[in-house]
Nanobody, 117 residues
Framework: QVQLVESGGGLVQAGGSLKLACAAS????????TGWYRQAPGKQRESVAS???????NYADSVKGRFTISRDNGKSTVYLQMNSLKPEDTAVYYC???????????WGQGTQVTVSS
């Protein structure tokens, strides 16, 4: 059974930093593209960043230069370092892993990030 456990969310002032982590278990982590999504109240879930098993990264324009996604395949963990946070970054952040072979995907439970102005 695949499980994703997220950690690192919280309340931070604008301009501050947070680092999210998502630990996977029950599967071979290296087979998956991993990413972070977020959903703000009243808005659709959107992609924030993704990283392939070989380290290729993609970012939403709104977070480029501020957020950094990384992964440790040995620890089956994907990270999201968030710097220069803005109030508009406030959302529930979800970890996602998607198997490259058949696109099967799994989601974490979500972690709240709140940025105060």
């Amino acid at each position: 059974q695949v499980q994703l456990v997220e950690s690192g969310g919280g309340l931070v002032q604008a301009g501050g930093s947070l680092k999210l982590a998502c630990a996977a278990s029950g599967t071979i982590f290296g087979f998956y593209v991993t990413g972070w999504y977020r959903q703000a109240p009243g808005k659709q879930r959107e992609s924030v960043a993704s990283i392939s098993s070989l380290g290729t990264t993609n970012y939403a324009d709104s977070v480029k230069g501020r957020f950094t996604i990384s992964r440790d395949n040995g620890k089956s963990t994907v990270y999201l370092q968030m710097n220069s946070l803005k109030p508009e970054d406030t959302a529930v952040y979800y970890c996602n892993i998607r198997r490259s072979s058949d696109l099967r995907e799994y989601w974490g439970q979500g972690t709240q990030v709140t940025v105060s102005s």
